[in-house]
DNA sequence: CAGTTCCGAAAATGAACAGTTCCGGAATCA
DNA sequence: TGATTCCGGAACTGTTCATTTTCGGAACTG
């Protein structure tokens, strides 16, 4: 467990499919047992997942998984650079105004997915405790994808004139994932669209100077 | 660990000093010992704490924590419930503004002692996702009480008039908390009186319908 | 002082689990 | 078809840790 190192060989580019002649080592089952690794992650947490537990999920023998990964510490980080590659890089919706485009990115496919982000996040937090190099893989992975949609979008409003001037970007950028995360792993309720209006609604525009009875949007 | 329910007798009293004649149980360490579990608690999580670890920070034998405690869960459970009760009731600040009153809230104690707290509540993310009839305890021990003065702060100043009379209440009353925790807990970074004042200037009073360049306060 | 009680240190016990090794079968290769 | 390779399943090894016991000594009792 001691400094786990960056594993190298990404996974799941695109070449593969089933049983290929190459000499090296076969790759083809590497995302259904990075997905699995996610899935009791985020369950278990990575103190309360056993190896076992991810080659059961992923039908596959454990063998297989020390084949292809050192240690336990080296799959679940490239579970999480997994995460981080799967991340649509669909850039943020532009409906012309804030609230548009804050309420636009809640999708349903979005809400699952941020909820199941959160909960590897959760499963994670007692990891990022002893291995601080990590932090920074993980929040690229789960939090930075989301920061860096709302950035785009509140810049866009601040050329157009939409808030004030001198908001602190980069925090209220954080509102959102701080709000949904709070709720995930403290409080363990549901993140769900009325939650997410809400914080829209009542912190993240005021924050912003945009007047409650929003007339745009 | 199923089930640990909850340990009933309470702790540190304040009737007992040292080794008494008593006939039932010594129980004049277990001030320094749920101090010592809170301590590991916070610094390794529940998975990576040992019973030895609290044992030795506490300079007690690990039977004496058996003789106490039936198991590492009853131990961990009694410590949060300490936490609790060691919750200085003090009634919050009453400046006569709301900044005020926020700002008076960041004390030295309270900052350090808000940083312990939601260190562990990191350390205690993985074991609520297995325990769920703890969510309320926990909550209770470490969430609750901020929210509980900010709400009555925020009361204070909606019977005022000082702010938006249709603000929800409910949700800025844990705003403080969920930034505080997502930075301790997700960016591991330092929550000092420079983010928690920030907090208060750009989101929580624009949330209230306060104007950012404070008149009072 | 002899008896009693409690405690800390340390050794013992047993289960869970990371990491290894083996084995038989299926798919691929030649 | 026979050789080769990879895989899943299962048994094996060594370590860590929760929990239990044991033991010798300190403090208190009478």
Chains 1, 2 share one sequence.
Request: charged share 30%; glycine share 8%.
């Amino acid at each position: 467990m001691t400094q786990p190192e960056q594993v190298v060989e990404p996974t799941g580019t695109g070449d593969e499919q089933q049983g290929r002649p190459g000499r090296k080592r076969d790759h083809s089952r590497d995302p259904e047992i990075l997905e699995a690794a996610l899935d009791i992650l985020a369950e278990c947490g990575y103190d309360g997942m056993t190896v076992d537990m991810v080659a059961a999920r992923a039908k596959a023998g454990k063998a297989t998984l020390y084949r292809r990964w050192p240690s336990k510490a080296h799959l679940v980080i490239d579970a999480v650079a997994c995460m981080k590659r799967a991340q649509h890089q669909a850039p943020p919706p532009d409906t012309g105004t804030l609230r548009g485009d804050l309420v636009a990115m809640i999708r349903p496919p979005g809400i699952a997915d941020g909820q199941r982000k959160m909960q590897v996040m959760g499963g994670l937090v007692s990891l990022l405790a002893r291995e601080p190099e990590l932090v920074e893989a993980v929040d690229e992975a789960i939090t930075e994808p989301r920061v860096r949609q709302n950035r785009i979008v509140l810049e866009r409003a601040r050329d157009r004139g939409e808030i004030r001037a001198d908001a602190d970007l980069e925090l209220v950028a954080h509102i959102g994932p701080a709000m949904a995360s709070y709720r995930t792993l403290v409080q363990r309720r549901q993140v769900d669209r009325e939650f997410l209006v809400r914080i829209i609604d009542e912190v993240v525009l005021p924050a912003l100077g945009v007047p409650p009875g929003d007339p745009t949007g």
